[in-house]
């Protein structure tokens, strides 16, 4: 029998899987490396008082953004938002980024220059610095790729896996809108390729395409928790939806966790959508993706000063591993939470 | 008359022109943000009594390399390799990675797999640890970023701006040598196309294609010339051509410059293939790209000691601004160097 060669198709095993099968195996070799692959920012000891945070995060066109709906500044703006809330959610502070972009000859000097207005601005928003990048040409469309530098005080570092049994699960803001921004804004798509003479109807909808087109980072958040002295046992970001996110968490701090529907924090323009869609407003939030708000959990004892916090909804609680991860239903059923995510399919649903 | 939207193309301002044109107006606003864009890398000031450096370089299929000759663990090694390159011109160390990949499902997880063995060989070798990435799908080919994160003492530290009028010029290694590897692949694939069945022929210029497809970055020099108590004025990682990068040199440093004709190191091998491809030595070696050579300056006093170093060659020195930037030819002439560079088009003649 001939030699067979092994292929096996990158969807079969998933983003995670495939990141866990490329560097499962990668040790650390420099002291200073203090936390690799496997957070949502790297973590450097350069002997300092402070460690060194690394985080970067790559768009590409046609599967992370549309050019038919996405405005360059915007892109721009939110490539650089996406990389800061890496860092915030480590509890650090950005201070530099690096952005480096491939493009097709379809794009005019002048289309970059309204991606890099974007990206100045959340320079300026959040105080970081355009310090390096690369730019080259692409055969087909845009690649963007952002690594964010950041800081935190050693002490005040937080990672995925110190959530304890018992403690608080805590979500800022609201979640599913920017995936429900995503689906209006898709909607209005296939109407106007029906018939372009179609204005897109987008009305009362302004806050779903903003948290979708041009989502902010929480460090606000950072800073109020800070003020209150409450320091999370736990962090991530939501990127890839809630659940996604809560088995990252629950995976390296080694429990399960509860959370409960009726708890999940849904903003009233999101519901009126869901109705229109006939979508479940849990199911968005749960695996929406893309709201860039914090998850993150405090001990119990938190819990009085957590809930004077107006952005903040404890929606949960961690378990012991063995009791798994589970969503209470506004009825009281029990069901088991699926780590789906987001897989940054413009047309997944 | 309607408003005019200008329309200009990339290509009318080449990479630095663009460069300059989407950056040119950032400044940095936080203190431990020494130095930004314009050098190989970012210098970051954390406190510490070392400098971090930061550099990020970009691949894209098509435009840095064609999959139909270029073998995906060579391919990840080289992708590390060019951004290592960027600290050590730096006179720094690199002590971190970050990979971030964009693939299409063309690309099976064997394949990154193999891809991965060169990131992580390249990693052992140069003593970096992979801390960070991003993994995600694109619509057409392989992207490959990478960050780079190094250190160096703050003393150490060599910029493109500090070289002074009479320092030598010198350069590592021998230049076009990945040029001319790069001409040898292109041939052989032209030759493939017409004839599948034809072998290739890369008889006795192996070290063509190991400089085109495995370079090395040179950590040795860097080590040599501490040893040596030699500290450049002024370094630079030779990408785009010796040309290119010394226009970079004399614009940091606001100087001219002289370099002989007779004093390049180009390889016998070269020189054999360029015979063969009717080609001039000294163009390759001026404007081939990819050398991944260090060309740097040293005080006039370093001559004794530098001419012990067998791995460097003084091409010529520094001189007034106003004189420009000349090569004297080996009959003497004097011609005027462009800073033609190195577009990476594997197309490109």
Redesign the interface.
């Known amino acids: 029998m001939a030699d067979q060669?092994?292929?096996?198709?990158?969807?079969?095993?998933g983003?995670f899987g495939?990141?866990d099968?490329?560097?499962g195996?990668?040790s650390?070799?420099?002291k200073?490396?203090k936390?690799?692959?496997g957070d949502d920012?790297?973590v450097?000891d350069?002997?300092?008082?402070?460690y060194?945070l690394?985080?970067?995060?790559?768009l590409?066109?046609?599967?992370?953004f549309n050019m038919m709906y996405v405005p360059l500044k915007h892109l721009g703006y939110k490539a650089v938002v996406v990389n800061l809330s890496d860092i915030y959610s480590m509890n650090g502070t950005p201070?530099?980024i690096?952005v480096?972009?491939?493009?097709s000859?379809r794009?005019?000097?002048?289309a970059?220059?309204e991606l890099?207005k974007g990206v100045?601005l959340a320079c300026e928003r959040y105080?970081?610095?355009?310090?390096?990048?690369?730019?080259?040409?692409?055969?087909?469309?845009l690649?963007i790729?952002i690594?964010a530098?950041g800081?935190v005080e050693k002490d005040k570092l937080v990672c995925r896996s110190g959530a304890k049994e018992n403690d608080l699960i805590c979500v800022s803001g609201d979640l599913g809108s920017a995936y429900l921004g995503l689906q209006l804004l898709e909607r209005e798509k296939e109407v106007y390729k029906v018939n372009p003479n179609m204005k897109p109807d987008f009305s009362g909808y302004d806050y779903l395409l903003e948290r979708q087109l041009k989502p902010e980072a929480r460090n606000d958040v950072i800073e109020e928790l800070k003020k209150q002295y409450i320091k999370p046992t736990a962090m991530i970001d939501i990127s890839d939806g809630l659940s996604s996110e809560l088995h990252h968490v629950c995976l390296s701090s080694n429990t399960g966790c509860k959370i409960f529907e009726e708890k999940l924090p849904i903003d009233s323009v999101s519901i009126s959508l869901c109705e229109e869609f006939n979508l479940e407003p849990a199911v968005s939030a749960l695996n929406g993706g893309e709201d860039y708000e914090l998850l993150f959990t405090v001990p119990l004892e938190a819990h009085e000063k957590i809930k004077k916090n107006v952005s903040i909804s404890v929606i949960g609680h961690m378990c012991e591993k063995s009791e798994g991860l589970s969503l209470i239903g506004k009825s009281g059923g029990v069901v088991s939470l699926k780590a789906r995510g987001w897989?940054?399919?413009s047309d997944a649903d």
Chains 1, 2 share one sequence.
Do not use: P
């Open positions: 060669i092994n292929k096996t198709d990158v969807s079969e095993l983003e495939l990141i099968k490329l560097t195996a990668v650390l070799r420099n200073s490396s936390i690799g692959i920012a790297a450097i350069t002997g300092n008082e402070k060194t690394v985080s970067t995060d790559m590409v066109e046609g599967v992370h201070k530099q690096t480096s972009i491939a493009v000859n794009y005019t000097v002048e970059l220059e890099y100045n105080g970081v610095d355009l310090v390096g990048g690369d730019t080259t040409s692409s055969v087909s469309g690649v790729s690594t530098i800081e897989n940054h399919q």
